[in-house]
């Protein structure tokens, strides 16, 4: 059973959609991380989110916190090829040190 | 930028070989970390290490072992390589986990033959 459930696992859109991916858990979390990973390379952090209710922007993604420190969003505007890649959301639970993550959601944008 | 080298891309060992995955830090995080991925399992946890000469096992140590001899440098060790241990094998290293997050190397595919 994962700790961070990840939706969609897979998303196909093209250039220029909106799209938005969804991770979700039933433990709450002092620290939400989402990652992104291209092809035969690390993830790379992309933001981190420690208040319930936080909403980060970072030019076209927008990540979003819940209240209750159990769940977030990442949204993507306007799609471009070069977002491509496997997205991670990844948390510490609360008392915890150490991360744990979700299984990814792997988007391709179609130019 | 911190930055976190794994020795080698790609790796193709023998059943049964001893294998060593290697790992260098240059920015005096005291956290270090070893993941394998796989497709529909994600990241696991095999081992950490928050100090030098201290490790700490993860979800899935079995048929692994790790050394940190000295701050900067984490490696994994496969004792006797099965073919399921063939996989992506990530480092990583981090000052809070809570705060700052991970920085990954780029991984080693290691395929057991």
């Known amino acids: 059973t994962q700790l961070l459930e990840q939706s969609p696992q897979f998303l196909s859109i093209q250039e220029g959609e909106n799209l938005t991916v969804y991770c979700n858990s039933s433990s709450v979390f002092s620290s939400l991380q989402w990652y992104r990973q291209e092809p035969g390379e690390g993830p790379v952090l992309l933001v981190t989110v420690v208040t319930g209710g936080e909403v980060k922007k970072l030019k076209r993604l927008t990540f979003q916190f819940g209240d209750a420190r159990k769940d977030s969003s990442l949204h993507i505007t306007a799609a471009q090829p070069g977002d491509t890649g496997l997205y991670l959301c990844a948390g510490v639970p609360a008392g915890a040190n150490n991360l744990f993550f979700g299984t990814g959601t792997r988007l391709t944008v179609i130019p | 930028d911190v930055k976190v080298t794994q020795s080698s891309r790609y790796l193709v060992k023998r059943t049964g070989e001893k294998v060593f995955l290697e790992c260098v830090q240059d920015m005096d995080h005291e956290n270090m970390f070893w993941y394998r991925q796989d497709p529909g399992l994600g990241l696991r946890l095999i081992y950490f290490?928050?100090?030098?000469?201290?490790?700490e096992k993860g979800d899935i140590p079995e048929g692994y072992s790790v050394s940190r001899e000295k701050k900067e440098r984490f490696s994994l060790i496969l004792e006797s390589a099965s073919t399921n241990q063939t996989s992506m094998y990530l480092c990583?290293?981090?000052?809070?986990?809570?705060?700052?997050?991970?920085?990954f190397g780029s991984g080693t595919r290691l395929t057991v033959v």
């Open positions: 990583a290293s981090s000052l809070s986990a809570w705060t700052r997050g991970y920085t």
């Open positions: 290490s928050y100090d030098v000469k201290m490790k």
